[in-house]
Each structure stands twice: as structure tokens, then as C-alpha cells.
Nanobody, 123 residues
Framework: VQLQASGGGLVQAGGSLRLSCAAS????????LGWFRQAPGKEREFVAA????????VYADSVKGRFAISRDNAKNTVYLQMNNQKPEDTAVYYC?????????????????WGQGTLVTVSS
């Protein structure tokens, strides 16, 4: 199983980026998908998750209203659209796949992880 995250980069505060995560080696539509992030010197934290069909989403309070998670099961890809970005969004962003939807905010629920992509938001 491979999860390949991409789309990170440098953006100014107030700007936008879209992250992508392409999956292979798993039955994609059977998995809930999530994004987590880890800033320097901080613990990894939940950002957003989407259920198997894409009809259910959950967000961390810190990104609600600014970020949007979506998935394309035909392309085995999950996206994270990040708008109105803030310097505190600076982190390495990881995509992950979970077999269950329960407790989806917990990293321990996710079985497969991507390698991470760095997002830097300048003030």
C-alpha cells in the first residue's frame, strides 16, 4: 500500500493550496481517509477526514470553514483544499487511510500513512 501526498509549498497568509494524496495497493473506496499535520516541535494533530462515499466529513475546529476535504474514488485520490491560510497552518501534512469511521479523529485508527508534504505559510 502506498499513499503519495503532494501539493505542498510556500504560500502567503490568506492564500490557498490544494493537497492531493494518491493511493495504490488498497481497495480505496472501502477506506475512510484523513489528513493530519505536524508542526515543528508539536505533536501530530487531526485536520480533516472523509468517509467512504465522500458524503460525510469532519474537521478540526482550527480549520473549519477554511479547509475542505474531498475524494475521487475513480482516481483513488483524496484532496485537501486549504483557503485563507494562516501562519499557524505551517506543518508537514500527512494523508492516511482508516478501515473504520469511528474515532476518526484519532491517528491510532488509521492503518496506512503517506510520507507527508510540507506546507509553509508566511505572514
Amino acid at each position: 500500500v502506498q499513499l503519495q501526498a503532494s501539493g505542498g509549498g510556500l504560500v502567503q497568509a490568506g492564500g490557498s493550496l490544494r493537497l492531493s494524496c494518491a493511493a495504490s495497493g488498497l481497495t480505496f473506496w472501502r477506506y475512510a481517509l484523513g489528513w493530519f499535520r505536524q508542526a515543528p516541535g508539536k505533536e501530530r494533530e487531526f485536520v480533516a477526514a472523509v468517509n467512504w462515499s465522500g458524503t460525510g466529513t469532519v474537521y478540526a475546529d482550527s480549520v473549519k470553514g477554511r479547509f475542505a476535504i474531498s475524494r475521487d474514488n475513480a482516481k483513488n485520490t483524496v484532496y485537501l483544499q486549504m483557503n485563507n491560510q494562516k501562519p499557524e497552518d505551517t506543518a508537514v501534512y500527512y494523508c492516511a487511510a482508516a478501515e473504520t469511521w469511528e474515532q476518526v479523529r484519532r491517528a491510532e485508527e488509521f492503518r496506512y500513512w503517506g510520507q507527508g508534504t510540507l506546507v509553509t505559510v508566511s505572514s
